[in-house]
């Protein structure tokens, strides 16, 4: 069974910084796209960051220049470091990932996600 396992998340003074973690388990062959999406309340979950096998990245707008993501492909995880933290940054922060398990095609799984709470 595949998990996907979330950390990092807090309570941060505006400005402040956070870096969140988010770890694959289990029958893993190998993982595509990651990201990261996040739920404010009342309002729809929406992408925050993705980052390709090789490397290559897509940020939102509302995070440029603030926020990077970056992963380790021998750990099959992914970080997103948080800087600059505004109170609207504020939400619940989803790790996603394309997994390919032994004799299945790929999968699209989420984590629990970790709650992040920009405030003074």
């Known amino acids: 069974q595949v998990q996907l396992v979330e950390s990092g998340g807090g309570l941060v003074q505006p400005g402040g910084s956070l870096r969140l973690s988010c770890a694959a388990s289990?029958?893993?062959?190998?993982?595509?796209?990651m990201g990261w999406y996040r739920q404010a309340p009342g309002k729809q979950r929406e992408l925050v960051a993705t980052i390709t096998r090789s490397g290559s990245t897509h940020n939102a707008d509302s995070v440029k220049g603030r926020f990077t993501i970056s992963r380790d492909n021998a750990k099959n995880a992914v970080y997103l470091q948080m800087n600059s933290l505004k109170p609207e940054d504020t939400a619940v922060y989803y790790c996603?990932?394309?997994?390919?398990?032994?004799?299945?095609?790929?999968?699209?799984?989420w984590g629990q996600g970790t709650q992040v709470t920009v405030s003074s």
């Open positions: 996603n990932a394309d997994i390919r398990e032994p004799y299945y095609s790929v999968k699209n799984y």
């Open positions: 289990g029958s893993i062959v190998s993982i595509a796209n």
